[in-house]
Nanobody, 120 residues
């Protein structure tokens, strides 16, 4: 199974920056897609950004130009650099990965979430 641990959330002023990290551990054949989602109070969870094993990226329109997703060299860590943060970016941010088990079946899993609060 795969465990995801997020870090890097916190309180930041509007216009500020944060870098979220998510590290995967456990026993698996390969991590395919890795992504960041967020959920604000009273709202559904939504995709923020995702990155494939080959490096292809996808961003929500609301964060394009302000956020950059990347993977570490070992491909089991994913980062989200968030700049020019706005109060509407306030949410719990969750890491997600779609992975291949050792038996070559597919699965996905979520991290526990990290709070991002943008406020003056």
């Amino acid at each position: 199974q795969v465990q995801l641990v997020e870090s890097g959330g916190g309180l930041v002023q509007p216009g500020g920056s944060l870098r979220l990290s998510c590290a995967a551990s456990g026993t698996f054949f390969r991590l395919n897609l890795m992504g960041w989602y967020r959920q604000a109070p009273g709202k559904e969870r939504e995709l923020v950004a995702a990155i494939s094993l080959g490096g292809a990226t996808n961003y929500a329109d609301s964060v394009k130009g302000r956020c950059t997703i990347s993977r570490g060299d070992a491909k089991n860590t994913v980062y989200l650099q968030m700049n020019s943060l706005k109060p509407e970016d306030t949410a719990v941010y969750y890491c997600n990965t779609e992975f291949i088990r050792l038996n070559l079946s597919r699965s996905s899993t979520w991290g526990q979430g990290t709070q991002v609060t943008v406020s003056s």
